[in-house]
């Protein structure tokens, strides 16, 4: 009964979504996917978890907003339930064999501007892509911000809000993140 049912949300969602998108994903949980650029999956990509926080309550929204954004999802993620991805202007990219928790958000944009009269308006201008390299594994309740390239083989900690650059190899955390150790194999 419980897969009936969140397989019928699923389908929902996707009568929602607006945008077309390219390849193949495992949606084990309902996945909002609009705007006006491109999404992109790779194989072996699975979006929702169970039985994790959220799988019934929530959705994944995927928005590639401009006509020029995108969003990719390398092979074998795994994302899990409540994920947000919003490429306002630039890209979102995610690489191979990542693991992403509960509720990690990650913007491109700031969306609107600081002074009263900028609030309304976005400016393409300030926007910077946001990478992410292959193996990392982006723990619970984090964001990570415009212009940010996280390495390979990452590890965020819980709650954590990545504002800049993570080299390969290092467990980060905090606010903002910061290098708390390196990752020796």
């Not at 390969?168 to 990752?183: F, M, Q, S, T």
């Amino acid at each position: 009964m419980l897969r009936v049912l969140q397989l019928a949300r699923v389908l929902f969602y996707e009568v929602l979504s607006t945008v077309h998108s390219e390849g193949r994903v495992c949606k084990r949980q309902p996945v909002l996917i609009i705007g006006n650029g491109i999404v992109r999956f790779e194989r072996g990509s699975v979006l929702g978890y169970f039985p994790s926080p959220f799988y019934l309550s929530g959705y994944i929204h995927l928005e590639a907003r401009g006509k020029r954004s995108s969003i990719s999802i390398g092979e074998n993620t795994q994302v899990n339930n409540n994920f947000v991805a919003i490429a306002e202007h630039t890209a979102i990219e995610i690489g191979k064999r990542c693991l992403i928790g509960t509720n990690v958000e990650i913007y491109d944009s700031d969306f609107h501007g600081i002074s009263v009269k900028d609030r309304g308006t976005s400016n393409p201008a300030k926007a910077r892509p946001v990478v992410i390299g292959d193996d990392v594994f982006i723990g619970s309740n984090t964001k990570i911000m415009k212009g940010v390239t996280i390495g390979s083989r990452y590890v965020i900690a819980n709650g954590s809000i990545v504002l800049g650059a993570i080299p390969n190899d290092v467990i980060a955390g905090g606010n903002p993140a910061k290098v708390l150790r390196v990752i020796e194999e």
